[in-house]
């Protein structure tokens, strides 16, 4: 089992332009997150998705939104990336009983320019 | 709302000594608390997780973590550092019967010293 994947691994944008970080799991999981990781301030929620077809905001969702394609994929899209954007996107799948470990993806950098 | 706060950014031990990483939470109902581990450039790995069973709580590596109501604390420990415990590292919270949102702390970067 590969766990959780994303694509790509380190992305360059432009402030304006536009993407979508991919996130994959094959654990079966309901639950499925994206974070974002900046120094000194930990891992932030973005959006999470408890379910195929329901997804909900985090702690910072503005300048975000997500597709919850399938039970596997999950899909974080900047629509006009601003340079406060670049980060460290992580994408995690759980359970969906509260005390189930969250599993993570290797990550993916983000330098908007 | 919940909240977690590690104190120390940075914590330097040498190598065979004690480790101690502190957690305090702010909940007055005692949360599900978590301990994750971050090696450079990868994503986080689960160390060990408080659900309400044991109180000291014994994770990957030679890690424990104590959960103690009275002080809301959740301090991870390990008698002896290893070099390839140099890392960062999480402490985090879910509320209990609410959504399955993982509020992180800031994190402690742990550095071995030979």
């Known amino acids: 089992n590969a766990g959780v994947t994303q694509t790509p691994k380190f992305q360059v944008l432009k402030t304006g332009q536009s993407m979508t970080l991919q996130c994959a799991q094959d654990m079966n999981h309901n639950s499925m997150y994206w974070y974002r990781q900046d120094p000194g301030m930990g891992l932030r929620l973005i959006y999470y998705s408890a379910s195929e077809g329901t997804t909900d905001k985090g702690e910072v969702p503005n300048g975000y939104n997500v597709s919850r394609l399938n039970k596997r994929e999950f899909s974080l899209r900047l629509e006009s990336a601003a340079p406060s954007q670049t980060s460290v996107y992580f994408c995690?799948?759980?359970?969906?009983?509260?005390?189930?470990?969250?599993?993570f993806g290797p990550g993916t950098r983000l330098l908007v320019l | 709302a919940q909240s977690v706060t590690q104190l120390g950014s940075h914590v330097s031990v040498s190598e065979g000594a004690l480790v101690l990483l502190r957690c305090n939470y702010s909940?007055?109902?005692?949360?599900?608390l978590f301990w994750y581990v971050q090696y450079p450039n990868q994503g986080l790995q689960l160390l060990l997780k408080?659900?309400?069973?044991?109180?000291l709580v014994k994770g990957i590596n030679g890690f424990e973590a104590e959960f103690k109501k009275s002080e809301t604390s959740f301090h991870l420990t390990k008698p002896s550092a290893h070099m390839s415990d140099a890392a960062e590292y999480f402490c985090a919270v879910i509320k209990r019967g609410g959504a399955q949102k993982l509020v992180f702390g800031q994190g402690t970067r742990l550095t071995i010293n030979p």
């Open positions: 995690a799948s759980s359970g969906n009983r509260g005390q189930e470990t969250q599993y």
């Open positions: 408080y659900t309400s069973a044991a109180t």
């Open positions: 909940s007055s109902v005692p949360p599900y």
